[in-house]
């Protein structure tokens, strides 16, 4: 079973404070995301990386910044966090080759973080 | 890019009834359809999927179907059970290289009343 991970399930941050959430994966996928979670806006992308070193922006970037130096980790950075990225923010990985047409993406549990 | 719609965003139905939820897409050239299902305190799973060359998927209770014309595809839960109730979302690829990218809906809330 494909197992993704997140440092933490739940965080309290201040605002301006530098906020590093992880996310580790053990199936060996090239793609990796991160989404945030709002009610009413659903599934909105932030980035995405699909290789080692490699990044691109997704819908909503701003205010976020990434680093991917292994495979198997994914780091989101919020360089100096406000109370508008108070969300959930949800972890997900993709192999590159998609088997039968299926281009699943496997999530990680989630960390619900809040910036006062 | 690629717009998805969903509805209803909030549904509730009898245990044992039947639920439908919709979504639409903007990019005829989207050729994968998956659904995810969220429940309390976990992440989205994927339940069904189906490609832009089948008009209909069944797995047991659940069924999909896409209509390519109106670029709508749709989520069929039968006999429905309180573990179904979940957050739903659906979403769209769209084809090409480099193209890694899902675009999800809004999400619907499901609740089955026992």
């Known amino acids: 079973d494909v197992k993704v991970t997140q440092s933490s399930r739940y965080l309290v941050k201040r605002t301006g404070e530098k906020v590093f959430l992880e996310c580790v994966q053990d199936?060996?996928?090239?793609?990796m995301f991160w989404y945030r979670q709002d009610p009413g806006l659903g599934l909105r992308l932030i980035y995405f990386s699909y290789d080692v070193k490699m990044k691109e922006k997704g819908d909503i970037p701003e205010g976020y910044s990434v680093s991917r130096e292994k495979k198997e980790r994914f780091s989101l950075i919020l360089e100096s966090a406000s109370t508008n990225q108070t969300s959930m923010y949800l972890c997900a990985t993709r192999p590159r080759l998609a088997g039968g047409g299926r281009y699943e993406q496997y999530f990680g549990p989630g960390t619900r973080l809040t910036v006062t | 890019g690629e717009n998805v719609e969903q509805h209803p965003s909030t549904l509730s139905v009898q245990e044992g009834d039947s639920a439908v939820i919709k979504c639409t897409y903007s990019d005829s050239a989207s050729n994968y359809f998956p659904w995810y299902k969220q429940e309390l305190g976990k992440g989205p799973q994927l339940i069904i999927d189906?490609?832009?060359?089948?008009g209909e998927k069944k797995d047991q209770r659940i069924a999909v179907t896409l209509n390519k014309t109106a670029k709508h595809f749709s989520l069929h839960i039968t006999e429905t059970q309180p573990e179904d109730s979940a957050v739903y979302f659906c979403a769209a690829r769209i084809p090409g290289a480099g193209s890694y990218q899902l675009t999800f809906g809004k999400g619907t809330k499901l609740s089955v009343i026992p």
């Open positions: 199936m060996d996928h090239e793609n």
């Open positions: 189906i490609r832009s060359n089948v």
